[in-house]
């Protein structure tokens, strides 16, 4: 009697006997700590600078905003902030838009 090869192949070894479930999961864990070294926590610094940074802007500060305009801030709101971009040309953003504070004079200087 010939079996079809389809049963034959679908017999399987019987399974193996459980070892401890720390070592399926360890692989696992070490991915999540390398995730947490390599990206997470230089984001959360990154944030936390960026935070630090736009809850000490004051009026007089050079700021660059995200989409690259220069200019000097006139007037700082509770979220809002009015940045003089050329003389008699004000512009209000958001906070979070700045994404840098320039030295003093940076501006005369260009």
């Not at 019987?14 to 990206?39: D, E, H, Q, R, W």
């Not at 003089?84 to 004000?90: L, Q, S």
């Amino acid at each position: 009697m010939s079996l079809p090869m389809s049963l034959v192949i679908a017999q399987a070894a019987p399974a193996a006997a459980p070892g401890n479930p720390l070592f399926s999961f360890l692989p696992l864990i070490a991915l999540f700590v390398i995730f947490y070294f390599l990206m997470i926590r230089p984001q959360m610094k990154r944030q936390k600078e960026h935070r630090n940074m736009v809850s000490a802007l004051a009026k007089g500060d050079e700021v660059v905003t995200n989409g690259g305009m220069a200019g000097r801030v006139e007037e700082v709101g509770e979220s809002f902030l009015t940045v003089e971009i050329a003389p008699n040309v004000k512009v209000k953003l958001q906070k979070g838009a700045i994404s840098q504070v320039l030295p003093k004079g940076s501006l005369k200087a260009s």
